[in-house]
């Protein structure tokens, strides 16, 4: 990526405060910036922020002497491999779809003879108003790409689609539009995340902690390097990653039925926090209090879907479990690799405070092979390292 280059639009909303670090990361993969700032965008981060990051000059004022002696808005408009749009408003959205060219921001995306990748943002109800999604269609028309926009809480208060995707996410558009590495393309994979519940009766459950952080991460990055993503995931309150195909499941046996029903798959990635046991029986009224003090609630075995998975006659070519322990994890984990049939065993130990449910894990890959250590990291680096390690593994 060393040679290839992104004029970044910064349109005006909150979630242009996620430009700062999207700028950072395409940096960080060797991708040179260079910014235009709009008037509204400029309320909510500053040129001198997005300058530093960037490291480049950010443009701003269509009829700057200056700007325009140095580099013309035409010269500015076909100066990269591709135009990024984040936040796309619905303001850039509709002067765009409409040919309109009141400002630097418009009247670049105007004059571009490049690929346009938009990452909308807006409230719920502007992304669905009918204008919007007549832009969109148009836009779409015209050959302009989109990354989101992801549902869920809002700044002002509502719930819905209108949340600008991740950095992360759409730093991987953005190099599968300049033309990124994708190992995986074309490979099929399952991943399971988050906690499974278990009914007792229709308002208990037994469960765990699991947030489901690292399994989405992991559908993320197998996703970001071209791979067909079937996500499995228990309750959990995160949104589905882009380009994700999310199937939501409650208990064990829903969660190995929605399973299998994506095989075949070339990998299976097992994050969830599956529950070894559930009621043996589900009362269909709530279990009142008693005199007779608590009722005995016999458990019966769940499912073993990594085994299952595992020993399948569809059997994934890679097979990769979890096993979160809180004491003698390495031990633990070569006895589950052991008993389970599968490739690898992801351990970590979440005795370390903040790991299970936090934005951290320390991990160990046991393998036929040996142990490979890995220092505490964010879950989403943890992903995209186990992401490429899978990679590697299938091009074997």
Same mark, same amino acid.
Not at 362 to 373: M, Y
């Given at each position: 990526?060393?040679?290839?280059?992104?004029?970044?639009?910064?349109?005006?909303?909150?979630?242009?405060?996620?430009?700062?670090?999207?700028?950072?990361?395409?940096?960080?993969?060797?991708?040179?910036?260079?910014?235009?700032? $709009?008037?509204?965008?400029?309320?909510?981060?500053?040129?001198?922020?997005?300058?530093?990051?960037?490291?480049?000059?950010?443009?701003?004022?269509?009829?700057?002497?200056?700007?325009?002696?140095?580099?013309?808005?035409?010269?500015?408009?076909?100066?990269?491999?591709?135009v990024v749009v984040a936040p796309a408003t619905a303001d850039l959205?509709?002067?765009?779809?409409?040919?309109?060219?009141? =400002?630097?921001?418009?009247?670049?995306?105007? %004059?571009?003879?490049?690929?346009?990748?938009?990452?909308?943002?807006?409230?719920? !109800?502007?992304?669905?108003? &009918? %204008?919007?999604?007549?832009?969109?269609?148009?836009?779409?028309?015209?050959?302009?790409?989109?990354?989101?926009?992801?549902?869920?809480?809002?700044?002002?208060?509502?719930?819905?689609?209108?949340?600008?995707?991740?950095?992360?996410?759409?730093?991987? %558009?953005?190099?599968?539009?300049?033309?990124?590495?994708?190992?995986?393309?074309?490979?099929?994979?399952?991943?399971? %995340?988050?906690?499974?519940?278990?009914?007792?009766?229709?308002?208990?459950?037994?469960?765990?902690?699991?947030?489901?952080?690292?399994?989405?991460?992991?559908?993320?990055?197998?996703?970001?390097?071209?791979?067909?993503?079937?996500?499995?995931?228990?309750?959990?309150?995160?949104?589905?990653?882009?380009?994700?195909?999310?199937?939501?499941?409650? $208990?064990?046996?829903?969660?190995?039925?929605?399973?299998?029903?994506?095989? &075949?798959?070339?990998?299976?990635?097992?994050?969830?926090?599956?529950?070894?046991?559930?009621?043996?029986?589900?009362?269909?009224?709530?279990?009142? /209090?008693?005199?007779?003090?608590?009722? &005995?609630?016999?458990?019966?075995?769940?499912? =073993?879907?990594?085994?299952?998975?595992?020993?399948? @006659?569809?059997?994934?070519?890679?097979?990769?479990?979890?096993?979160?322990e809180t004491n003698d994890v390495e031990q633990h984990a070569q006895?589950?690799?052991?008993?389970?049939?599968? =490739?690898?065993?992801?351990?970590?130990?979440?005795?370390?405070?903040? $790991?299970?449910?936090? @934005? =951290?894990?320390? +991990?160990?890959?046991?393998?036929?092979?040996? +142990?490979? !250590?890995?220092?505490?990291? &964010? /879950?989403?680096?943890?992903? !995209?390292?186990?992401?490429?390690?899978?990679?590697?593994?299938?091009?074997?």
């Amino acid at each position: 990526m060393a040679d290839k280059r992104v004029l970044f639009i910064v349109g005006g909303g909150i979630a242009a405060y996620k430009a700062l670090e999207l700028t950072r990361l395409l940096r960080k993969a060797g991708v040179g910036v260079r910014p235009i700032l $709009t008037a509204a965008g400029a309320q909510f981060v500053t040129p001198l922020s997005l300058s530093a990051l960037a490291e480049d000059k950010v443009y701003s004022e269509l009829f700057s002497l200056t700007d325009e002696a140095e580099m013309g808005h035409i010269e500015l408009s076909r100066s990269a491999d591709l135009v990024v749009v984040a936040p796309a408003t619905a303001d850039l959205m509709a002067k765009a779809a409409n040919g309109l060219a009141g =400002d630097l921001a418009s009247t670049a995306l105007l %004059a571009t003879d490049k690929p346009v990748l938009m990452a909308p943002a807006m409230n719920v !109800r502007m992304w669905e108003h &009918p %204008a919007t999604q007549r832009n969109l269609a148009q836009l779409k028309a015209d050959g302009i790409r989109f990354v989101g926009p992801d549902e869920g809480a809002m700044a002002c208060g509502e719930y819905g689609p209108g949340r600008m995707a991740e950095p992360a996410a759409i730093l991987d %558009a953005v190099l599968e539009a300049l033309g990124g590495a994708r190992p995986l393309a074309g490979r099929r994979a399952i991943v399971t %995340a988050g906690p499974t519940a278990e009914p007792i009766d229709p308002v208990r459950l037994i469960t765990n902690r699991s947030s489901g952080k690292q399994g989405y991460a992991i559908a993320a990055a197998l996703a970001a390097l071209g791979a067909e993503v079937t996500l499995v995931s228990g309750p959990t309150a995160l949104p589905a990653p882009s380009g994700v195909k999310r199937v939501e499941v409650e $208990t064990a046996r829903q969660m190995l039925a929605a399973c299998e029903a994506a095989l &075949p798959a070339d990998v299976a990635v097992c994050v969830a926090a599956v529950a070894d046991w559930r009621p043996e029986a589900e009362g269909d009224r709530k279990i009142k /209090k008693g005199p007779e003090g608590p009722p &005995p609630i016999r458990l019966v075995e769940n499912p =073993d879907i990594l085994a299952t998975l595992s020993k399948s @006659d569809r059997r994934p070519r890679l097979v990769v479990g979890f096993a979160a322990e809180t004491n003698d994890v390495e031990q633990h984990a070569q006895a589950k690799l052991a008993r389970k049939g599968c =490739d690898w065993i992801v351990a970590n130990d979440v005795s370390i405070a903040g $790991t299970m449910g936090g @934005d =951290d894990n320390a +991990i160990a890959i046991v393998t036929g092979g040996g +142990i490979e !250590r890995w220092d505490r990291l &964010p /879950k989403g680096e943890v992903a !995209r390292r186990l992401a490429e390690r899978m990679a590697e593994e299938l091009s074997k």
